[in-house]
């Protein structure tokens, strides 16, 4: 691995628990040889900054949550030219590694390094979303959530105490609890299989990879190389009892049998709320709390990712029993 890394670590991740990774993840890089630097982020914000600045890697690690792959991620993506990005790596040692898990790679920190020296080359694709408190766009790796799944998220962060899943599975009871009502939101599909979509909704996910929260396999055959954007959401008004049962199907995977809960594929997405607000993340990293219309679309190809490409036959195993 004839290659300059650079391994950009958030200490705050996994609750301040990532930077004891460290000294390992240096073990195995000066065992193997490997010319490498390493550098601490000092805050939000750091991580891109540090991606977009770093010249003459060809390989740049993100070791941290989906927060830290997200900057490192908008960080590549804001360089000059598509051939001034370095390839994307990713050591996840975050709470909930849905991006990580997409890729195949596996959690201990080890084994994903051995990733890192061994993995292939793979093209990855990014979403941007275009709204709230990103008028120029925010780009995202694995998916992004609004309505019901941001508000978990945000009462999840809150909850510094619980590891993990159960971060979310706290939040998701605590705003079951709450319950507020379901925005009535308009979806427009400029060259997807639909056209348009009026309806209320309490939780929307628009998906580049398969997986978030830790648990809910929100598009469980989805594929982050396809040049397409998986939705998923429910569309209609859900009592309380019928959101806690979608949610259970999330955990399997097997919300397609389900009539409240719509699932397209497409290019490009515009979601515009004509009643309420929508509140939204990007991987973790919030959008907007009532925002008016969200754009998002597709970018296929346009990182490289070292990558395990064995996931994609678990994927495959999805579409074959479940259906696409």
Known sequence: MNQRVHVILNPAADHGQALKHA???EAVLDREG???????????GHALELARQAVGHSLIVAAGGDGTVNEVVNGLMRRSGEDERPELGVIPIGRGNDF??????????????????KGGSHSLDVGLVIGGYYPDGRYFANGIGIGFDTLVGLEAAKATWIPGFLGYLYGALK??????????????FPRGEHDELLTRSHQISVMNGRRMGGAFYMAPAGRNNDGLLDLCMTNRE???????AAMMQYLKGSQGRNPAIFGSRAEEIHIRAEEGGLACHADGET????????HIRCLPGALRVRRDGGKDEQVKDHEDNEGR
Do not use: N, W
């Open 238 to 244: 859900l009592s309380r009892g019928k959101l806690l």
């Open 287 to 294: 959008v907007c709390i009532e925002g008016r219309e969200l």
């Open 23 to 25: 000294s390992q993840i």
């Open 175 to 188: 705003m079951l609890f709450v319950y507020p009502r379901a925005p009535l939101v308009r979806i427009e």
């Open 100 to 117: 990580a898990y997409s890729l195949g790679v596996p959690h201990d920190v080890g084994s994903a390094c051995d990733v890192l020296l």
């Open 34 to 44: 490997i010319r490498y630097e390493m550098v601490l982020t000092q805050g939000s």
